[in-house]
């Protein structure tokens, strides 16, 4: 069997100033938006009736819910930057600079801000990141920086923790 690629980075992996472009992309589809509403309890009819949208808005079709948006965002952020996280800690200044629609594919990156070694626990640090999405056509549709806290490579390991060992069958 071939060695396991690493998940995820530790505290020492962060440096001031990297971007990440993040590999997975997803276009948002009618059935993904509606789901996400219903899930939501979001009823707006700017998001789930198009009759509604195209005579009595100003984009003339449904627009994705924000939330999703913002949620696709930082799901296709977490292998680059928190898929070791011990804590989300904070989102701050969240915005939606540009609509989203139905058939919108979104992209995102994430620049680091700021790298800090914990003052009280030498095994773990905070780090402060902004991510934008942007569509298909380069339009930044949604931007928000985040902390998490994050373990550093010695204290964490390369264990999978809460993954079972396999049981092999008697033959």
């Known amino acids: ?8 980075r530790y505290l020492e992996d962060f440096k001031v100033g990297d971007v990440y472009k993040h590999r997975l992309s997803k276009t948002i589809t009618e059935s993904d ?17 198009a009759h509604y949208a195209e005579t009595s ?3 003339k079709r449904n627009v994705v819910v924000g939330n999703l948006v913002y949620s696709l965002a930082l799901g296709i952020s977490v ?3 928190s898929a ?7 989102i701050e200044s969240l915005k939606h600079p540009a609509p989203v629609f139905h058939g919108d594919t ?17 095994d773990r640090g ?3 990141v ?14 928000f920086a985040r902390k998490v806290m994050i373990p550093t490579r010695e204290s964490a390991g390369d264990e999978q923790l809460g993954r079972p060992e396999p049981k092999l069958s008697a033959e």
Not at 37 to 42: E, L, Q, R, S, V
């Open 1 to 8: 069997m071939g060695a396991e690629l690493p998940f995820g």
């Open 33 to 49: 938006d509606h789901l996400f509403c219903m899930i939501t309890m979001n009823h707006h009819p700017l998001h789930t009736n």
């Open 57 to 59: 808005t100003q984009f």
């Open 79 to 81: 292998p680059d930057v």
């Open 84 to 90: 070791r996280a011990i804590a989300n800690l904070e």
């Open 106 to 122: 979104i992209y995102a990156e994430t620049e680091v801000l700021e790298v800090a070694p914990s003052k009280s626990k030498p």
């Open 126 to 128: 905070i780090v402060k």
């Open 130 to 143: 902004r991510t934008i999405a942007y569509n298909q056509d380069g339009v930044v549709v949604c931007e």
